[in-house]
């Protein structure tokens, strides 16, 4: 039987470590050498082993050789059945089926040789013989050559079910070999269609690879070969093995890898254009601390060079560079200043980290630190002149507001439509003897009222301005009295005004003095003696 040069390699290579496989083989069994009842050699007997427990104890020298290639990647048990049983079919089920005795199992080819199993307690004795020559030479050479033939008839098989391409090629790049994925795939870029029988093919269906590998053991590229239409290109990934005489070939499928790798780098490239317009800077440093992309804002916010921040400096020298260009605060202590790098650093891998640079040009920044997939951060660079700027102003105006409501002698309460109170001075709260509230707090409607009736003498003055604040729609100003629980007189009004809220004011009434009417009126009894 005549093989091919793919397979003579995978013969010569089981070859190589039978040496390599034997020493170890050999090590392994002295360690466990037993004095078993059951007998090594008997005349007649080619191979024998013996196993105690499934541990080889003791093996003839051309046993030994037959399992020493494959000892290195399985058990001394699991290379004997793998040796075996390409000539004996099931035969671990035989062996596992016999538990006691003699038995004798023949082979199934032609000339077969026979295999006999003798158990005795732990101890299991495996011997082969051919029954016609009684030569154990013979014996070796069959089992060896059933093995190589269940070996190549695998490799057959793999080699013609597997997706991946595979083909050899001389010195000169002319195909000599290619497994079945190969050639129908050289029947679909021919014709269109992948036939039952593909066809040899007159060349290559690849560009030439010989070129890049004659001098390397095993190189790896990525290969475009153009679709029949010429519509769209179909992508492998190919191995080259440089060989004596030629070139071993390994194509796989790449397409998916491809669109995969386009469709990245579309997304990144949005994502530029998006940063790009974002008046935010950015700043993502990976997981080595060291700046991996940034945005124009980034650039504009901080000052910094363009060459210095696509040299993918480090955090601590991006830090260090801020504080000299005096874009980041100037602490008071430079060593707890540079401990705090750290923690910028930590918290920003948290998502923690916020804090607001107020620079010595006025301007304010706010910094957040984001974390990232694969230990990857983000520091992001926000301008928040303006906000302040701003807030402080709104601030300032309400203070201002507040001041001139507290030089009045009058009591003001502001009352939203909802019927929070928003703003009152210091005289309502002497008047009513409340706390002063902040402008930021907002105390509700119905505590003021029973503040005010708790002060006051019963009246139905106070349900009429609860029901005129809560009012809606055009409004009128409204005023009634009421008179305090010490006999004061107070006047209160009640004015609309802008965003449906109401003004309250109270301030004090002269007491009303009674009139005696009946003194000054005609009396009907004088006038009618009169007449």
Known sequence: MSFGLSELIILGVIATIGAAGLFTLLLRMDNRRTRPNLQLGRAGDGPVFLFQDKDLIDAT??????????????????????????????????????????????????????????????????????????????????????????????????????????????GNGRLIWANQAYLSFSDRLRTGIETVTPTWPSKSVFPDLTDATAHAGSTSRR???????????????????????????????????????????????????????????????????????????????????????????????????????????EPKNYASWREQFTALEAEAREGTYCEVWELPDGQTYRITGRPHPDGAFALLFEDISAEISLTRRFRSDIETGQAVLDTLGDAIAVFSSTGSLVMSNKAYADLWDTAEPSYHDQRALQTELET????????????????????????????????????????????????GMTMVRFDFAPPKTPVISKLTMSDPALLSAKR
């Not at 790449?254 to 469709?263: F, I, S, Y």
């Not at 780098?265 to 974002?278: D, R, Y």
Request: aromatic content about 6%.
């Open 452 to 499: 005010w009736r708790g002060r006051c003498t019963p009246t139905r003055m106070w349900s009429e301005m609860r029901d005129f604040i809560y009012g809606s729609g055009t409004r009128k100003t409204w005023a009634d009295d009421a008179i305090l629980d010490d006999g004061r007189h107070i006047r209160c009004h009640a004015n609309p005004i802008a965003g």
């Open 223 to 329: 290969v475009a070969v153009t679709l029949p239409d010429k519509s769209a290109e179909h992508w492998f990934d190919v191995t080259t093995v440089a060989q004596q005489n030629g070139f071993l070939h390994f194509a796989t499928d790449a397409n998916a890898a491809v669109r995969a790798d386009r469709q990245r780098h579309n997304f990144v490239q949005t994502l530029g254009k998006t940063f790009a317009e974002l008046s935010t800077g950015l700043a993502i440093f990976d997981k080595r601390r060291q700046l991996a992309m940034f945005n124009p804002a980034l650039h504009e916010l901080t000052r910094l060079p363009i060459e210095f921040l696509s040299s993918r400096p480090s955090i601590d020298t991006v830090l260090d560079r801020l504080r000299e260009t005096r874009i980041l605060p």
């Open 61 to 170: 020298p051309d046993a030994l050789a037959m399992i020493a290639p494959h000892v290195q990647k399985m058990s001394e048990y699991e290379a004997t059945l793998h040796v075996l049983g390409a000539h004996f079919i099931n035969l671990e089920d035989v062996l596992a089926a016999h538990d006691k005795g003699h038995v004798r199992v023949d082979g199934e080819h032609p000339n077969a040789l026979s295999m006999h199993i003798e158990r005795e307690g732990p101890v299991l004795r495996i011997a082969v013989t051919d029954e016609v020559s009684n030569g154990p030479t013979k014996v070796t050479d069959m089992l060896e050559h059933d093995v190589r033939l269940a070996e190549l008839s695998m490799m057959r098989e793999l080699t013609k079910h597997t997706p991946q391409l595979i083909w050899q090629e001389n």
